[in-house]
């Protein structure tokens, strides 16, 4: 709703994910606070409340395309291009003296590979 009311170009795609995020934990203690990770939602261990986020980036880009029916572009950019125009840092879109940091995904949006200042990183 709020893209829908905003636009595409003033809503920026953005995870405060905990740290677990992008792992197969299911379970545990974080600053002392029980967890569990049930339906990909990070909650308490009673279930009272979300313990935080473990979305990632990639999620978000996924849940726009294929829950929300956004392009590919269009997604990414707001994950990208917005929320580095708002933070007024050089990075957010591939162009002559911008950051060489990519992030490339295969057809169903899963993380392949990553580039930062334009070398390789290993994935785990």
């Not at 677990?20 to 029980?34: C, H, L, R």
């Not at 261990?45 to 980036?57: E, Y």
């Not at 708002?86 to 060489?100: E, F, L, P, Q």
Request: glycine content about 8%; aromatic content about 4%; some cysteine.
């Amino acid at each position: 709703m709020i893209i829908k009311i905003k636009g595409t170009d003033k809503v920026a795609l953005i995870t405060d994910s905990l740290e677990i995020a992008g792992t197969d934990i299911k379970s545990g203690v974080m600053s002392g606070t029980e967890f569990i990770v049930e339906d990909g939602v990070c909650k308490l261990k009673d279930r009272s409340a979300f313990a935080g986020s473990v979305a990632t980036a990639n999620k978000l880009i996924q849940t726009l395309v294929k829950d929300c029916g956004f392009a590919i572009p269009v997604a990414v950019k707001m994950l990208t291009e917005i929320p580095a125009r708002v933070m007024k840092v050089n990075k957010g879109v591939i162009a002559s003296g911008k950051d060489a940091d990519i992030v490339v995904f295969d057809d169903n949006i899963n993380v392949t590979g990553v580039f930062v200042d334009g070398k390789a990183q290993i994935l785990n």
